[in-house]
């Protein structure tokens, strides 16, 4: 499956206090990062922000407080001799590490497997008379592959792609188009890989009616079989009726 394997999380936590009506804002910010379920490069960081000039931080990796500025360096030096600097080296363990399964159940395992769409769309101003859409919506995480085939092959020339688009619900979509030139006999696929999916979920076009014939035979089709539900609802009521009336004039 040809998509990044690795990913990256972020857990950010804000605390922030606003002071009078001159618009001084402190604020800070403490983030657990890693892009591995093992943890072997999680670090802990935890920053001071002063009218969003960042003048301290603490950084697992380099194990002591940093100063940026005047006031930073100062503060910086005397909390890395003091009680404050014991605290910070045990959030890595506390904060990230204790975590960051929790994370990983509720958010990061999560998969949603994508609903794929094949159509025929009208192609723009080019060499070739025909244009395909693949497309893809709902799924989750963001990483997606839509590959192209004709004939068992892939193709790579004549395709466009969006990125993945964000819906603004969690999930995603993406199009993919193939501008092509028909041919007679051909088997023009397009194969979706995600994480969700056991095996890459395949679309194959069927060339052998326009799209728009299709949806009239299916229309006409539904009719017919609504039409024959009808007519036959009809001849029962009509049997029961005459059913009725035959009993009553014997009597």
Aim: charged share 20%; net charge negative.
């Amino acid at each position: 499956m040809s998509m990044p394997a690795a990913f990256y999380i972020g857990l950010t936590l804000f605390w922030a206090t606003f002071s009078g009506t001159d618009g001084y804002f402190e604020q800070r910010v403490t983030q657990c990062r890693y892009s591995s379920k093992d943890l072997v490069d999680i670090e802990y960081i935890d920053s001071y922000v002063f009218n969003k000039v960042e003048d301290i931080r603490f950084n697992s990796t380099v194990g002591k407080y940093v100063g940026y500025t005047e006031h930073g360096v100062k503060n910086a030096d005397a909390w890395n001799k003091g009680p404050e600097l014991v605290q910070e080296l045990g959030n890595l363990e506390r904060v990230c590490k204790s975590n960051a399964a929790l994370h990983y159940s509720a958010v990061l395992d999560k998969t949603v497997e994508p609903q794929v769409r094949l159509s025929s769309v009208t192609p723009p101003s080019g060499r070739h008379p025909a244009m395909l859409m693949c497309s893809a919506y709902d799924f989750y995480p963001k990483q997606i592959s839509v590959t192209w085939l004709r004939d068992g092959h892939e193709v790579k020339s004549d395709v466009t792609s969006t990125e993945e688009l964000a819906n603004g619900d969690w999930y995603y979509q993406i199009h993919s188009h193939l501008e092509y030139t028909p041919r007679s006999g051909e088997k023009i696929s397009c194969m979706v890989e995600h994480i969700s999916l056991t095996e890459p979920m395949m679309k194959h076009w069927d060339p052998s009616l326009p799209e728009v014939e299709r949806n009239k035979i299916a229309i006409g089709a539904s009719g017919l079989v609504l039409g024959a539900i009808l007519a036959l609802a009809g001849l029962i009521y009509y049997k029961k009726k005459s059913s009725v009336l035959y009993s009553t004039w014997k009597e």
